[in-house]
């Protein structure tokens, strides 16, 4: 919908904003937090059985103060991030309890009966704990972009959209009783669907605090060894084993190779 056939008016201290649509007339929204900005456009968005007004903002850039930290930064499974000097952010939580959780009710609606009371009851508890964990994630993303982009003057990330081989799987693990997922299956869906939305949160946060965002070629980041450029063997999830330099943590080892890719200097000159 174009600007001019919608209005938005924020809530005045109270909860209540007011969304008019030209073809769907006034409505009455619920603001969660605060809209800053100059107000650009208006969406409807519809979620399973709630709507969401989208309200698309334009805020002036406010630089922040330089810092000399440059770095790489791998997002994986095993952690949600490590950078190239060392820092590292686990997975929360609460991807473990939301997994299990999901799993669960994922089996219990597979096998409630088609069309039942019940089935229906379980697919909406589903479909909450999808909306749950969402939002948690979310507000994760938010937070670990704010603290990188505080802290670091030029951040380099893989270009995703060179091997985004998993949204359809995760898609379809998302739409309820479908289909019976793996755990691990489960549990990549969590993270992946997370990693385009951290990456464009971390660079509208960057942009605006007139950071500089690299994105590099993401092939075999994770493979080639940081130190000498031999492709390495990946005895474990969390190790790779170099032929010249022998184990490396994995991560550690593709956050170093995104940095040098990004010209940031070589890994090993970063942490000597
Ligand atoms: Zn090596």
Known sequence: MSPGTALWEPADGGRWAH???????????????????????????????RWYVVVVTEVEAEPLPPTGRAVGVDLGVARFLTTSDGEVVANPRFFDTAQARIA??????ERARLGSGNRKRLRRAL??????????????HHKTARA??????????????VHNLTTSASGSVE?????????????????????????????????SAGRRVVRVDPSYTSLDCHACGSRCTRPRQDTVLCPNCGEQDADLNGARN???????????ALVA
């Open 175 to 207: 739409e309820p009783g479908r289909n019976v997922a793996q755990k691990a299956g489960l549990n990549r869906s969590i993270l992946d669907a997370g990693w385009g939305q951290f990456t464009s949160i971390l660079v509208a946060k960057a942009e």
């Open 258 to 268: 995104i940095a040098t890719r990004a010209g940031l200097g070589s890994g090993q």
């Open 19 to 49: 969304a008019t649509f030209q073809a769907v007339g006034p409505l009455k929204v619920s603001q969660h937090r605060p809209v800053q900005g100059r107000v650009k456009t208006l969406q409807l968005k519809r979620e399973y059985r």
């Open 148 to 161: 990188l982009v505080n802290t670091c003057g030029v951040l380099a990330l893989e270009d995703l959209n």
């Open 127 to 140: 479909a909450k704990e999808w909306r749950k964990v969402r939002n948690q994630r979310r507000d994760f």
């Open 104 to 109: 669960q009710l994922q089996r219990r609606t």
